[in-house]
C-alpha cells in the first residue's frame, strides 16, 4: 500500500501557515507517508495587489494555535508577491526534497514572525545561507515563475478539478489509487490529532 499526503499551500497565505504544524506533526510521526509541498502561487502577483485583511489574521488565530508578529500585522495592506518562494519551494522539492519541509518552515517564520516580505532575493539570502542551498539564478527571476513553477500550478489546476475545490490550503491523502480530502480546520488547535485521522484512513485501507 502506497500512501502520500500532497500539501497544497501559498508560502505567504496565513491559513497555510497554520496549517504547516499539521504537515510537520505527520512528517514526524508517519514517515511511512510521502509528502508532497507543492506551492499553489496564489499571491504570484507582479503587481502586488494581493494584500491580507486584519479580519483573516484574526480567523486565523482564533482557530489555530500559530502568532503573527507587530512588523507582519504593520503590512497587511501591502500587496503580498509569493513569486520568489513559489519558485524556491519547486526547486528545493526537486533538488533538495530533504530540506524541503524545514525550508518551508524558515520561510514562513521569516514571512509571519518577522514580518520578511520575501519578495526579493535580498530578503531569502540569509535563509539560503542557512540551508548551503546553491540556488540557480532562474529562481530569483520575481517577474514570472520558473518552468518548473508553473508547471506545478498546472498540476494543482488539475488536481483541484478532481477534489472538487481550488481552496487553499489543502490536504489530501492518497492511499494507492484513491484520494481523501483531509479537514484541516478539524486539526488546527492540536496538530498531532491529525495523526489518529490518517491512521484511520490507513486501517481503512490496509
Given at each position: 500500500?502506497?500512501?502520500?499526503?500532497?500539501?497544497?499551500?501559498?508560502?505567504?497565505?496565513?491559513?497555510?501557515?497554520?496549517?504547516?504544524?499539521?504537515?510537520?506533526?505527520?512528517?514526524?510521526?508517519?514517515?511511512?507517508?510521502t509528502?508532497?509541498?507543492?506551492?499553489?502561487?496564489?499571491?504570484?502577483?507582479?503587481?502586488?495587489?494581493?494584500?491580507?485583511t486584519?479580519?483573516?489574521?484574526?480567523q486565523?488565530?482564533?482557530?489555530s494555535?500559530?502568532?503573527?508578529?507587530?512588523?507582519?500585522?504593520?503590512?497587511?495592506s501591502?500587496?503580498?508577491?509569493?513569486?520568489?518562494?513559489?519558485?524556491?519551494m519547486?526547486?528545493a522539492v526537486?533538488?533538495?526534497?530533504?530540506?524541503?519541509?524545514?525550508?518551508l518552515?524558515?520561510?514562513?517564520?521569516?514571512h509571519?514572525?518577522?514580518?520578511?516580505?520575501?519578495?526579493?532575493?535580498?530578503?531569502l539570502?540569509?535563509?539560503?545561507?542557512?540551508?548551503?542551498?546553491?540556488?540557480p539564478?532562474?529562481?530569483?527571476n520575481?517577474?514570472?515563475?520558473?518552468?518548473?513553477?508553473a508547471?506545478?500550478?498546472?498540476?494543482?489546476?488539475a488536481?483541484?478539478?478532481?477534489?472538487?475545490?481550488?481552496?487553499?490550503?489543502?490536504?489530501?491523502l492518497?492511499i494507492?489509487?484513491?484520494?481523501?480530502?483531509?479537514?484541516?480546520?478539524?486539526?488546527?488547535q492540536?496538530?498531532?490529532?491529525?495523526?489518529?485521522?490518517?491512521k484511520?484512513?490507513?486501517?481503512?485501507?490496509?
Amino acid at each position: 500500500m502506497a500512501a502520500e499526503l500532497f500539501f497544497i499551500y501559498d508560502s505567504h497565505c496565513p491559513w497555510s501557515y497554520a496549517t504547516t504544524p499539521l504537515v510537520n506533526a505527520v512528517n514526524q510521526s508517519l514517515p511511512e507517508v510521502t509528502l508532497n509541498l507543492w506551492h499553489c502561487a496564489y499571491f504570484s502577483d507582479a503587481d502586488g495587489e494581493n494584500t491580507i485583511t486584519k479580519q483573516q489574521i484574526v480567523q486565523v488565530k482564533e482557530l489555530s494555535s500559530v502568532n503573527f508578529s507587530p512588523d507582519y500585522m504593520g503590512k497587511l495592506s501591502h500587496g503580498k508577491d509569493s513569486t520568489l518562494c513559489a519558485n524556491l519551494m519547486t526547486w528545493a522539492v526537486g533538488k533538495t526534497p530533504e530540506q524541503a519541509l524545514s525550508l518551508l518552515n524558515a520561510l514562513q517564520a521569516a514571512h509571519f514572525s518577522d514580518g520578511n516580505d520575501l519578495s526579493e532575493q535580498a530578503d531569502l539570502e540569509d535563509i539560503i545561507e542557512e540551508f548551503k542551498l546553491s540556488v540557480p539564478a532562474k529562481v530569483f527571476n520575481k517577474t514570472k515563475l520558473t518552468t518548473d513553477a508553473a508547471a506545478q500550478v498546472h498540476e494543482i489546476y488539475a488536481l483541484q478539478d478532481i477534489i472538487g475545490t481550488q481552496a487553499i490550503p489543502a490536504l489530501l491523502l492518497a492511499i494507492d489509487d484513491e484520494l481523501i480530502l483531509l479537514n484541516h480546520n478539524f486539526y488546527l488547535q492540536e496538530p498531532n490529532a491529525i495523526i489518529d485521522a490518517i491512521k484511520l484512513e490507513l486501517n481503512n485501507h490496509s
